[in-house]
């Protein structure tokens, strides 16, 4: 299976949003500008997917409907991609899907998306790996357990996408 880690954009701050909670913060105007450009990269990059799954928090929902939209596919929010959620929960998300889907993306954050890829690629949390907001990461996973199952295809920064959609 193909699955695309795909980073939150630019969020606003608490302040900004006028929102107590950091899980209500949306997309700035900025992140959403970038955002609609990156995803303007998929076709290019030969992105494709079946679903796209999304962290409940605003900013995730918001970037996954932007990337939804681009890739012509829907959206469903997934609990286990919250902010701080255990990894190993969501791999065993991620299992119970692989023989549906040839491709996923998921939408999400740091640090639990260096972890996960980590964990698929090592079975442990030590690689430094860093997503930049609204990087994105090809995987080819040959099934969802920790360790040597996972290869990493590419991984690009928010600007190296922004220069491929000039």
């Given at each position: 299976m193909d699955l695309y880690l795909l980073r939150h954009a630019i969020a606003e701050t608490l302040e900004d949003a006028g929102v107590e909670l950091d899980a209500d913060r949306p997309l700035s105007p900025d992140g959403k500008h970038k955002m609609v450009k990156i995803a303007g990269t998929f076709s290019t990059l030969g992105v494709q997917v079946d679903r796209v799954l999304t962290s409940p928090f605003k900013r995730?929902?918001?970037?996954?409907?932007?990337?939804?939209?681009?890739?012509?596919?829907?959206?469903?929010?997934?609990?286990?991609?919250?902010?701080?959620?255990?990894?190993?929960?969501?791999?065993?998300?991620?299992?119970?899907?692989?023989?549906?889907?040839?491709a996923i993306m998921i939408v999400g954050h740091e640090p639990d998306f260096?972890?996960?890829?980590?964990?698929?690629l090592s079975g442990s949390a030590d690689l430094q790996i860093t997503m930049k907001k609204a990087g994105l990461c090809k995987l080819r996973v040959e099934r969802?357990?920790?360790?040597?199952?996972?290869?990493?295809?590419?991984?690009?920064?928010?600007?190296?996408?922004?220069?491929i959609a000039s």
């Open positions: 995730a929902r918001d970037t996954a409907e932007i990337a939804a939209k681009a890739l012509k596919t829907e959206c469903e929010i997934l609990p286990a991609l919250a902010a701080g959620k255990p990894t190993m929960k969501v791999i065993a998300e991620l299992a119970t899907r692989q023989a549906k889907n040839d260096s972890r996960l890829i980590s964990m698929l969802f357990t920790p360790g040597n199952f996972a290869t990493l295809e590419w991984l690009l920064t928010p600007k190296q996408m922004l220069a």
